[in-house]
């Protein structure tokens, strides 16, 4: 028998806490959702600890949950998916950093960490140096939000245990890197020689003779920092036999669904921010199904209202995410199997992640329907799926799909 | 103080899923069960995942958690425990394999690798190659269903890191079993040894002669595939010093059990499939109560019913496993701790097992008692012990039997 299809659909930063100046209740309980008040009324409920009770998420750690990796094994700092999410196709055995743009003098103090927080022209400046190749190893840079960018080491003979340039204070000299463990010497001075390249190239680059044309510092140095190396991931296709891709704005979680082999699909209007457009993104998803078996959605713009702390735009937001709900119910098949929860709580009074439960719906044909009419933090929690852990979720909708291998006889 | 006693009643495949032609209903939902809903009324219910959420369990693998061994730890293949089903009383170091009887030429070349689908004469078969010894390792032998058959290896210097002798296609010739890794060549050898007597042995055998006078192919070799070590599992007496016993139809389920030292009482009339008499089950349960601590019922029934896609005849399964109930209900004592779950949902529309957790109640002294009022997978969704897993539920039995030790001071 041929598996059914899945859909998972991740409200980023969705979950909340009560707000005592809107009647205790949470912006999910507070906006009109008829449609996923449908799903949750016909499907089962219950709530998701995106990595454990209490831990707080990540985005990037949440996703490997929810898509089958246990964080706590293959998540080996942010270097390594931070450079997935700046769009840099990684891959296991890479070794990747986390960079700042900055600005240093003739003897190679820095003067601005952040370059002045710059934020036009990176792009270009990364440019410059992506692609370089020192001792047979491969340099793969991109520019990320502001100042930041990535840096990727790909080759024989790397390692990750080398020491940061980044002094992380301003008016020390960008440091030596440094082998920490014997055999990483190599990759110390790959990281000293690309290093010296940046400053080299970045200081003649026609975006900062601009900037200091205009009187802004320039971004003439790279400040290289956090060190690691890329798991080796199974992909969801050698895992479950599923091809899979993902509809997302963000870069981190295009980068993430990347690294585990789901195809990134560009969708003209999916921007991460509050002016995505959902409907493109559910209308891309379900066309997906032709070739796919499973698509993931994320909507980021809860997350931003969360971290803004503006719940009633949150308010909106779920009940543009309904719409978005509604035109999925209009076209999925009877066979689809279709998730809806969230990666972590931004909670509007607290303006960060936390480690909250968030709610999770599971609608499709042999689900054990409940009571639960409503889809919110509270009401799930009486639901008939309980308190699970994300890295629960995908094996249940395998499951449920009929895509799930026996253990034992 | 001495513990009170444990009586584990698992109804092998029960959990199922809301069927449409049944008003959305699940055979538990729909039979008529007034001692299991006695029981769920004044016990605790909840749900339980066997393996872990979304985990499609093997009745091996969920009796094994059931038991309190982690299968993930223990469980080293299909090999070992199919040995310890097939009746083999399988020891901690032995190396299994599963086998078929099959049909080969002069040459040795397999025509065919199930010897006919050969249903009778097995035993005998098995019996002529069953005790002997090869090298100074003994050689355990016994037929299973059809023309499956278990080989097990006891001795000293034995690995089960050695190759095939099933080419599992026709036409090819049965294999020279090597090893896979150094250490393994004395079991090569006993393998080819054992191959070579079995072809000479059952080749002359009077079932073969019988067989080829009907023109039917002989059942004239074996072959050999799967190897694995049983694991050194500690027994539920030296566990819990508790002494214990399984009443089951099932060869499977007594070898499991069996193999974790507890006594496999055999009764007459409890046959593993529809027909099997549960009054009788359930007398010799209580009956070995006079010398035992804990004893495991498994009726089979369900499951078959399960696996026919027959949820009428489901139904009528459970209401005479309430019967079942009913004679336990009058015999039990006041301080008897009481589980009532299954190994694993097999929905009627799935005709398998699936990941779907299966409802549980525990009844006894002192138990919170919840307000679940009927014992089904909806409602026991709601119940005060929530949802856990196959691993957890004997602790929770021994910890109101009085029977576990505290951990700290």
Known sequence: MEGRKLLLIVLDGLGDRPIKDLGNKTPLQLAAKSNLDWLASNGACGILDPIAPGVCPGSDTSHLSLLGYDPFQVYTGRGPFEAAGAGIAVKGGDVAFRCNFATVDRDMRVLDRRAGRIKQGTVELAKSLDGLEIEGVRILFKAGTEHRAALVLRGPGLSADVSDTDPHEEGSNILECKAIQPGAEKTARIINEFSRIAHDTLRQHSVNREREEKGVVPANAVLIRGGGIFPHLKSIEEKHNMKSAVVAGVA?????????????????????????????????????????????????????????????????????????????????????????????????????????????????????????????????????????????????MLDLAGRNVKFGA
């Open 252 to 396: 981190l979680i295009k980068g993430i669904c990347g690294s585990v082999g789901m195809e990134v699909l560009e969708v003209k209007g999916a921007t991460g921010g509050l002016d995505t457009d959902m409907m493109a993104k559910a209308k891309a998803a379900m066309d997906a199904f032709v070739d796919k078996d499973f698509v993931l959605i994320n909507v980021k713009a809860a997350d931003i209202c969360g971290h803004d702390g503006r719940p009633m735009d949150k308010v909106k937001v779920v009940e543009r995410a309904d719409q978005m709900l509604g035109y999925i119910r209009d076209h999925m098949t009877e066979s689809l199997v279709l998730a809806v929860t969230s990666d972590h709580s931004t909670p509007c009074a607290v303006r960060n992640h936390t480690g909250d439960p968030v709610p999770m719906l599971i609608f499709g044909e042999g689900v054990r329907v409940d009571d639960v009419q409503t889809f919110d933090e509270i009401a799930c929690a009486k639901g008939g799926l309980g308190r699970l852990r994300g890295i629960d979720l995908l094996p249940l």
